[in-house]
């Protein structure tokens, strides 16, 4: 994980793409009882966090953060993961992977403004709705040339290793950006074309060449 000094490279972006140290080290402190910590099935909020109160005859009582005293299934209760692990980057890392622990984090990581998260494989992308300064020319720069796991999530990231693996397996690639309607396709798609663009540029100097820039973007699919 990258330290303060570190994120530097990216700018004003740095508080929107990771967190900070002083935030992980908080993080890593904070109380935590894996036995008794759960996120719980809500009839109004999905899922809420929750504290084991008492299990009998397959019954679970809880109690919400909000201070609701809930009786449910065994079933309908699901264990939270250890703090450490609020606005992960990557969730497959995660102790306890279900489903309210996605959207847990997903929450805490849009509530933060961080809207790029990575799955496994996959980049998760939620629309800000807003404009937000992580496309900056610094970041690009700072993207260029790094591994997956030396940067943190980003659209930029996707598009880099994609360029990385076409020089190096000298093969087309193709990017497949997907979701519903407004959830940033388009922007996104923009933001790919812009890293391409901004490469072909430096190969010349700073100036944009027709030819090489075509040749570039050639090289992609976008589905």
């Not at 809420?48 to 109160?53: G, L, P, R």
């Not at 997907?178 to 396709?185: D, L, M």
Request: aromatic fraction near 10%.
């Amino acid at each position: 994980m990258s330290s303060d000094a570190e994120m530097a490279v990216f700018g004003v972006a740095a508080p929107f793409l990771r967190k900070s140290e002083k935030e992980r080290i908080e993080d890593q402190n904070k109380p935590f009882d894996a036995k008794t910590s759960v996120f719980v099935a809500h009839p109004k909020e999905s899922f809420v966090k929750s504290t084991i109160q008492s299990r009998e005859g397959g019954k679970v009582t809880v109690k919400t953060e909000k201070g609701e005293t809930l009786t449910v299934k065994e079933d309908q209760i699901f264990s939270m993961n250890p703090p450490k692990y609020d606005k992960i980057e990557d969730m497959a890392m995660m102790t306890h992977l279900h489903e309210p622990g996605v959207l847990y984090n997903l929450k805490e990581r849009y509530a933060a403004w961080m809207i790029y998260t990575y799955s496994g494989l996959f980049c998760v992308t939620i629309n800000p709705y807003k404009w937000l300064p992580v496309y900056n020319p610094e970041v690009v720069a700072a993207y260029r040339g790094k591994k997956r796991q030396e940067a943190p999530p980003h659209i930029f990231s996707i598009s880099d290793s994609a360029y990385q693996f076409m020089l190096t397996d000298r093969e087309n690639q193709s990017i497949l950006i997907t979701g519903e309607s407004g959830a940033g396709k388009t922007v996104n798609t923009k933001r790919v074309i812009q890293y391409f663009a901004t490469i072909a540029a430096s190969k010349h100097e700073g100036t944009v060449s027709a030819t090489h820039s075509t040749a570039v973007m050639g090289q992609f699919m976008f589905i």
